[in-house]
């Protein structure tokens, strides 16, 4: 299973709390990389226990208040990242 952030950021809209069939169904519906898909496939299929969001999936994922900056940084822009 390999993630990266941009693979990662592609189930921010996901269903949350949700399933791993609810993910892949979701994936699949909404046009996800095959990566993500076959990323989501290698999870546990018999814990049907939701994950409540893509931290519970891949602990490292860098959220939008993971980083470091204040207002005075001028020009910083997350979606630049």
């Known amino acids: 299973m390999i993630w990266t952030?941009?693979?990662a950021a592609t189930?921010?809209?996901?269903?949350?709390p949700a399933t791993?069939?609810?993910?892949?169904?979701?994936a699949e519906r909404n046009g996800c990389p095959q990566q993500v898909i076959d990323n989501l496939y290698e999870l546990d299929?018999?814990?049907?226990?939701p994950y409540e969001?893509?931290?519970?999936?891949?602990?490292d994922y860098i959220m939008k208040e993971d980083f470091f900056h204040?207002?005075?940084?001028?020009?910083?822009?997350?979606?630049?990242?």
């Open 45 to 49: 299929e018999e814990d049907e226990t």
């Open 70 to 81: 204040g207002e005075e940084d001028d020009g910083f822009d997350y979606d630049d990242v």
């Open 5 to 7: 952030v941009e693979l």
């Open 20 to 26: 791993r069939n609810e993910l892949i169904e979701w």
């Open 53 to 59: 969001n893509i931290e519970e999936i891949w602990p």
């Open 11 to 16: 189930l921010e809209e996901a269903p949350w």
